[in-house]
T-cell receptor
Framework: DTGVSQDPRHKITKRGQNVTFRCDPI?????LYWYRQTLGQGPEFLTY????????KSRLLSDRFSAERPKGSFSTLEIQRTEQGDSAMYLC????????????FGPGTRLTVL | QKEVEQNSGPLSVPEGAIASLNCTYS??????FFWYRQYSGKSPELIMF????GDKEDGRFTAQLNKASQYVSLLIRDSQPSDSATYLC?????????????FGSGTQLTVLP
């Protein structure tokens, strides 16, 4: 399988805990995007990387959210001090530069904050 | 005004009929347009994209774009029960280093056997 992968697929945590999600893009894709999706809504853009550079992060929901892509391959999204309102599906997508920016999504990580 | 608007539905069509899904967008700088299908509990799956005015066909799917009217549509011919899903319209804009895909809330389609 050469698609986008995400880990874990499901995460249940208690309010106040920190969580980290991982995304592995399609191997030749140098752009990686993170989205959040809540019930009944479309995915909401959070941030994106071109190679290891984070080129847009103003849409991260608060300073509790951060993302990294240290070697330009996989990426992590961390949420510190989780709140119940953080419960959502977190989606990762990747695309190859010069490919009309067609984004392919991973299976997502479903976060539940108790 | 939302940047990308879709009728939330639900839209129901009988098996074999044509399903028509519509989307409007507010930013005239939008450059390309995507349709994704999303089954309940799953992630979005790309159906097709379009960036030029007119029609683009791929199998049973036809995307239509009218930039003057800021309108995108997706037609599904010979609808099948397996087409029952939420269809997401997405609009792409790039400006300098900023690149962003903005989604509508989706239209829920049910194809009745």
């Amino acid at each position: 399988d050469t698609g986008v992968s995400q880990d874990p697929r499901h995460k249940i945590t208690k309010r106040g805990q920190n969580v980290t999600f991982r995304c592995d893009p399609i191997s030749e894709h140098n752009r990686l995007y993170w989205y959040r999706q809540t019930l009944g809504q479309g995915p909401e853009f959070l941030t994106y990387f071109q190679n290891e550079a984070q080129l847009e992060k103003s849409r991260l929901l608060s300073d509790r959210f951060s993302a990294e892509r240290p070697k330009g391959s996989f990426s992590t999204l961390e949420i510190q001090r989780t709140e119940q309102g953080d419960s959502a599906m977190y989606l990762c997508a990747s695309t190859r530069e010069g490919s009309t920016d067609t984004q392919y999504f991973g299976p997502g990580t479903r976060l539940t904050v108790l | 005004q939302k940047e990308v608007e879709q009728n939330s539905g639900p839209l129901s069509v009988p098996e074999g009929a044509i399903a028509s899904l519509n989307c409007t967008y507010s930013d005239r700088g939008s450059q390309s347009f995507f349709w994704y299908r999303q089954y309940s509990g799953k992630s979005p799956e790309l159906i097709m994209f379009i960036y030029s005015n007119g029609d683009k066909e791929d199998g049973r799917f036809t995307a239509q774009l009218n930039k003057a009217s800021q309108y995108v549509s997706l037609l599904i011919r010979d609808s099948q029960p397996s087409d029952s899903a939420t269809y997401l319209c997405a609009v792409f804009i790039s400006s300098g280093s900023a690149r962003q895909l903005t989604f509508g809330s989706g239209t829920q389609l049910t194809v009745l056997p």
